[in-house]
């Protein structure tokens, strides 16, 4: 298995990837951004997030997405996005190893911290955690406002 930095050739793979932790989280219509968006927003001008991908028989089997981001109290932070391996190749490893060189760029980077969120139903992802001894928190309520209630905002 071959982790490696992701490239514009693998925009595609990466989007199939995404459709399919949607499918897994039973909502394949929430999915809307196009591969345009994703080339653009990774390789344009301005990158906004970057990726590693887990190759297996020179298949992409997996993708981590990460991006950097600020902590007023702490500094830069990396917020890992999503890891999302093809069902048929989980336990093979490619999880962890996708987690590992998420967790190498944090560390070369020298953040502050590497930040996730997992779906409380996810029990599979809870257990992944739990073995590395992440830390859970309980204090913090996730929010956002939808592109709909951007727009609307100042109605």
């Known amino acids: 298995m071959l982790i490696r930095k992701g490239e514009k050739n693998d925009i595609e793979p990466l ?3 995404i459709k399919e932790l949607a499918m ?3 909502a394949p219509d929430e ?4 591969a345009d968006e994703l080339k653009s927003d990774c390789f344009g001008d301005t990158p906004v997030f ?4 887990a190759e297996y ?3 992409i089997i997996g993708i981590a997405l990460y991006y950097i981001k600020y902590s ?4 830069k932070c990396v917020f890992l996005e999503d890891i999302i ?3 048929p190749y989980r336990q093979m490893g490619a999880g962890k190893k996708l987690f590992d060189a998420v967790v190498f760029t944090a560390k070369q980077l020298k953040v502050k911290r590497l930040e996730w969120q997992v779906l409380d139903w996810n029990k599979p992802a809870i257990a992944f955690y739990k073995k590395l001894n992440a830390n859970f928190d309980d204090e913090w309520i996730n929010c956002k406002l939808t592109k709909e ?6 109605d």
């Open 31 to 34: 999915v809307v951004v196009t």
């Open 57 to 59: 028989e020179k298949k």
């Open 50 to 53: 970057y990726f590693f991908v």
């Open 24 to 26: 897994y989280e039973k």
């Open 85 to 87: 391996v093809y069902e």
């Open 72 to 75: 007023t109290w702490k500094g």
């Open 15 to 17: 989007l199939e990837l």
């Open 149 to 154: 209630q951007i727009e609307k905002y100042f």
